[in-house]
């Protein structure tokens, strides 16, 4: 794990084949987790890609300043600079979906190609803001079992136990005043549907079958509505953490999407 230089937030990441020529695949994990979320389909990018899985502000990274998703952008960009990256496919799961489409639109040069799994652009469900500054005040006054329950809302019914245990692990090593800083930016995001309907890379939108958190019926429908040209791809059997439940199938379609990558 290494830490990226100002003017971006440090953040801390994981880059398991720093000597592969890439393309890199930057992986924005979800909340309330951090980059361990990937490791499974980091351990499974082919080569010559590079996986960099990332830990966001408030979810194994430091925070700074005021609540804003905008800052995890900025730690991004930083990271891609101290690593001498000019683009890379970016890949975001639920928060980080969010954090993927602002980058997107933000510097849509520097996005290869994006990544939105399981995932929304639209401000309300699974992070209604009123919801999210409630649950804020909650973390801060009883602790990071408030959240526990994204352990059972995450995985699908055939998850089983293992994974099960590893979701409680990694949020149990949360800081819950750190996690209470992303609820507040979660609170404050904006609908990013213009970044991702005037991205001009190629886009995948990767749903799991039994997402509850952000139903494929739904969230999946409203995404093709904004990108008909996007690849498409519905994991059956998987919940809302597909990265977890079906590592195999979404560094497919992420290795799949990179060679659409534009150069």
Do not use: K, N
């Not at 990226?4 to 994981?14: F, T």
């Not at 909650?138 to 959240?147: A, C, P, R, S, T």
């Amino acid at each position: 794990m290494t830490e990226s230089p100002a003017p971006g937030p440090a953040l801390r990441h994981a880059d398991p084949f720093p000597d592969r020529t890439g393309p890199a695949v930057v992986l924005l994990p979800a909340f309330p987790l951090d980059h361990r979320l990937w490791d499974d389909v980091a351990a499974s990018l082919p080569a010559p890609l590079r996986p960099i899985a990332v830990d966001l502000p408030g979810l194994g990274s430091p925070t700074v300043g005021e609540p804003s998703l905008d800052l995890a952008v900025d730690g991004v960009l930083a990271l891609l600079d101290e690593l001498g990256l000019d683009r890379a496919v970016v890949a975001g799961l639920s928060t980080g979906g969010y954090v993927a489409a602002l980058l997107a639109g933000r510097v849509p040069g520097r996005v290869a190609a994006l990544a939105l799994c399981d995932t929304t652009t639209e401000v309300g469900p699974p992070d209604v803001p009123a919801d999210r500054r409630r649950t804020a005040d909650d973390l801060e006054q009883h602790g990071i079992e408030v959240v526990l329950d994204s352990v059972a809302e995450g995985l699908g019914p055939h998850a089983g136990p293992e994974l099960a245990g590893r979701v409680e692990s990694v949020i149990r090593s949360m800081d819950p005043a750190e996690v209470a800083w992303v609820c507040r930016a979660l609170a404050a995001r904006p609908d990013t549907s213009a970044a991702v309907r005037d991205f001009p890379g190629p886009v995948l939108l990767l749903f799991g079958e039994l997402d509850g958190p952000t139903p494929p019926a739904e969230r999946l429908t409203a995404l093709q509505a904004l990108r008909p040209d996007a690849e498409a791809v519905v994991v059956p059997g998987s919940g809302h953490l597909t990265a977890l439940e079906a590592p195999t199938e979404v560094a497919a379609a992420l290795a799949a999407l990179a060679a659409r990558a534009r150069p």
